[in-house]
């Protein structure tokens, strides 16, 4: 790879000239993508090796957007096109060729950028099955040749072209396949304390979900006293839906989720517990008063957490592997999640990682264990992240030095405020 370097600028731009200023850009312009396409051999090869034998990552996409400050839908993009564009090797060793060589070639001169190359690709994947080897490379090259100088709209029309060339009777008519259902739900919390639940159903579970609610949401008769149903309408299908979500959570087969079953934690001092007094958190997201938690402790939807006057949850150590009950609770008070920094993965969605490993003479308890969700769990394991607990009392992460040459410790903020 040659080296480049960015052209130098003017100690004043603006005394610079038109063409000053044309050529300072369209320099830039092609060492950026001379740099994208040296880029894009490193992930190749990463690809290649296997990012998770290399980095304990479990694909190529997620330790480049580590690395690089991306999200996952930034980063997969960029190695999908570094795959495309360079050969790379299966488990055995053999070579897998570039799906687009010739694009390529040009794209490490600098000549052109990531959106025609994903445009070519696109084109690529819309040549006719049968389309030989031969003609694929040709029809690769020339539109390789043509994206040098060529724009959006020249492209497009070298694809009708094309496939008019390679496939002149078109495809094969055929019966459409039935679309695949839609279903969509969004729960949102207000700041009112309520719940705002929107969503867009498929028509079959559409008429489902309506038939169920009407079953439950028709007017109470009226009683001995002559005092009939006042609620609206909408009223009454919400409190349907509450039926519903109540016959579903008392089913015997409801999954449960590390050995109890709850639909939502009231977490208490033990002090305001036991007088009624005082306010109680409720799931993490809204406050009741303590005598209403008490009165929730009753119901079997409802499950208390209490904690001590230090703020701790209490818990009993145990001389087993498996976290209890009561140990799992706990952790999901004290992490509130995935307590690697930056993951947003809920209690629901962790496994109760031990820090000392158990076959190691690590113990079971909340002093050596943490929270972590399946994909930050296999990092700590086959990575090079370490975890680790502080003195206070809450686990904190040591980053490698590819990413953090001072190793400094870390800590996931987006839990507890």
Known sequence: M???????????????????????????LRVIRMATAGLGQFLAEIESRGVKDLYGYGSTANWFADVAGLSLGEARPV???????NPTRAVDGTEVPAVASATAAVAAEGLVGDERIDQILEILKKLPAE????????????LADLARDAGPRQLVEAEAKLLAWLDPDGNEPKDPEPAE????????RRK????????????????RTAAALEAYAQPRPVDEFGQADLRMKCERLGDAWTELLDLAIACPDQPGTSGYRTLVHVTIGLEELKSGLGTA???????????EARLAACDCLMLPVVMNAAGEPLDVGRLRRFVTPGQ???????????????????PKNCHAHHIHHWADGGPTDLRN?????????????????????ATDGLPEFIPPQYRDPLRKPRRNTLHHT
């Open 328 to 346: 799992r609770r706990a952790l999901n008070i004290r992490d509130g999640g995935c307590a690697f920094p930056g993951c947003h993965r809920k």
């Open 2 to 28: 040659s080296e480049t370097f960015l052209p130098e600028l003017p100690q004043e731009l603006w005394r610079a000239g038109k063409l000053e200023l044309a050529h300072g850009v369209q320099q830039s």
């Open 281 to 291: 958190c409720l799931d993490f997201v809204g406050t009741m008063t303590a005598r």
């Open 131 to 142: 389309t030989s080897a031969e003609d694929r490379t040709s029809a690769e090259k020339i």
């Open 181 to 188: 259902p839609r279903r969509e739900i969004t729960l949102e």
């Open 192 to 207: 009112d304390g309520f719940w705002r639940l929107t969503g867009l159903l498929d028509d079959e579970t559409g008429a």
């Open 79 to 85: 190695v999908k096109r570094a795959i495309a564009l």
């Open 369 to 389: 264990l943490v929270l972590l969700c399946g994909f930050h769990h296999r990092l700590i394991h086959h990575g090079d992240w370490q975890v680790r607990m």
